[in-house]
T-cell receptor, first 114, second 115 residues
Framework: QKEVEQNSGPLSVPEGAIASLNCTYS??????FFWYRQYSGKSPELIMS????GDKEDGRFTAQLNKASQYVSLLIRDSQPSDSATYLC??????????????FGSGTQLTVLP | DADVTQTPRNRITKTGKRIMLECSQT?????MYWYRQDPGLGLRLIYY???????NKGEISDGYSVSRQAQAKFSLSLESAIPNQTALYFC??????????????FGPGTRLTVL
């Protein structure tokens, strides 16, 4: 079992719709969770971080964390064609304060159709 | 100017050649990382360094070596390049003791092709 799993997609949504991206992780002690956006041929760009159960909103983006179920999701409201990219989920698989590495999922490719 | 820079941006080399990829950062971060990215496999950690005197192997360190010349510089070497090292390589940095736990910031990447 991979430590961090994402559906590879592609996920297609119409412009203006809500895009929902999901990520599950295997290590129960994980404390830090991140969503990166990566355009084709470009570097990953951090768009959201979440550390506590519940929702965290930033503009059109909402990250949701459920540690009991070991999943983290990203919702993109009012999706725009410019949101078309690969979204990488990253997890710090150790308790806060110990060795700080990230484990990345393989990414979900999102296409927003005009 | 970019906070994390990588040189070269593109490199084509032949099997058996030694090559070095360089990373520099002006963010003042203590921690630096090297990843490779292959289609369908996501980002995989090669080496990481938490300060100048600290070097650690990541998930896929075989065939690679690194040097942390200064807080701002972290180089990745392929001692004898082989075709399956063809990939996109990223350097990343993060801040020791930052309020946000291990947010990493990536350089623009180096596309390496080994023939």
């Amino acid at each position: 079992q991979k430590e961090v799993e994402q559906n590879s997609g592609p996920l297609s949504v119409p412009e203006g719709a809500i895009a929902s991206l999901n990520c599950t992780y295997s290590d129960r002690v994980s404390q830090s969770f991140f969503w990166y956006r990566q355009y084709s041929g470009k570097s990953p760009e951090l768009i959201m971080s979440i550390y506590s159960n519940g929702d965290k909103e930033d503009g059109r983006f909402t990250a949701q964390l459920n540690k009991a179920s070991q999943y983290v999701s990203l919702l993109i409201r009012d999706s725009q064609p410019s949101d078309s990219a690969t979204y990488l989920c990253a997890v710090n698989p150790r308790p806060s304060g110990s060795a700080r590495q990230l484990t990345f999922g393989s990414g979900t490719q999102l296409t927003v159709l005009p | 100017d970019a906070d994390v820079t990588q040189t070269p941006r593109n490199r084509i080399t032949k099997t058996g050649k030694r090559i070095m990829l360089e990373c520099s950062q002006t963010k003042g971060h203590d921690r630096m990382y090297w990843y490779r990215q292959d289609p369908g496999l996501g980002l995989r950690l090669i080496y990481y360094s938490f300060d100048v005197k600290d070097i650690n192997k990541g998930e896929i360190s075989d065939g690679y070596s690194v040097s942390r010349q200064a807080q701002a510089k972290f180089s990745l070497s392929l001692e004898s390049a082989i075709p399956n090292q063809t990939a996109l390589y990223f350097c990343a940095t993060s801040d020791l003791g930052a309020g946000e736990d291990n947010e990493q910031f990536f350089g623009p990447g180096t596309r390496l092709t080994v023939l």
